[in-house]
């Protein structure tokens, strides 16, 4: 089956530009989850989202980030104000709930951001 | 809180030998701990898990990784380096109970030499 996707792959923005980022989770994943890959570095957690419950979001590094996420679908990541410190690989990650199967999350090939 | 350490950034090995990345972990509880690839250009590829049962866990390409926990250690193995294996690889935690984000360590880049 289909894969997690993201789009755009890339995009590239000038400081202050708010931008929208989009993942949409392999069918049937109930759980959604949001990372950010700077360049040279790990992955950190930005915000985790399971079918109807509160997402939690922890990981989000200011309030100029949020996320939505309709149903247990397609999900969006909203940067307000774009900082050069923004610019990363964002990426969008999905997992099954409930199975010891579920456990591995399933990554999307990111979108690249750049803020100019 | 939870961490992960990957003390080396690169590993470089020779074709056909064995190869050994390393990791440790930090995490209240049980651990649940996973191994990623990442190749160039491309996403997060899962290669494989330890959740409960038995230390010495098999996944995907022939690599193997061993629970420790005792030296609070998850660290990847395969017995025969290609140089296809040369790519990003990533450890992650989290614990058994709680948040279900996963912790990253900063990578390991292998690169296998022909």
């Known amino acids: 089956g289909a894969g997690v996707s993201q789009s755009p792959s890339n995009k590239v923005t000038e400081k202050g530009k708010d931008v929208e980022l989009r993942c949409d989770p392999i069918s049937g994943h109930t759980a959604l989850y949001w990372y950010r890959q700077r360049l040279g570095q790990g992955l950190e957690f930005l915000i985790y989202f399971q079918g109807n419950s509160a997402p939690d979001k922890s990981g989000l590094p200011s309030d100029r980030f949020s996320a939505e996420r309709t149903g247990e679908s397609v999900s969006t990541l909203t940067i307000q104000r774009t900082q050069q410190e923004d610019s990363a690989v964002y990426l969008c990650?999905?997992?099954?709930?409930?199975?010891?199967?579920?456990?591995?999350?399933?990554f999307g090939p990111g979108t690249r951001l750049t803020v100019t | 809180a939870q961490s992960v350490a990957q003390p080396e950034d690169q590993v470089n090995v020779a074709e056909g030998n064995p190869l050994t990345v390393k990791c440790t972990y930090s995490?209240?509880?049980?651990?649940?701990l996973f191994w990623y690839v990442q190749y160039p250009n491309r996403g997060l590829q899962f290669l494989l898990k330890y959740i409960t049962g038995d230390n010495l866990v098999k996944g995907s390409y022939g690599f193997e990784a061993e629970f420790n926990k005792s030296q609070t250690s998850f660290h990847l193995k395969k017995p025969s380096a290609l140089v296809s294996d040369s790519a990003l690889y990533f450890c992650a935690v989290r614990p058994d109970t709680g948040r279900r984000a996963l912790t990253f360590g900063s990578g390991t880049r292998l690169q296998v030499q022909p």
């Open positions: 990650a999905s997992s099954l709930v409930g199975a010891v199967s579920s456990y591995e999350q399933y």
């Open positions: 995490v209240s509880g049980n651990p649940y």
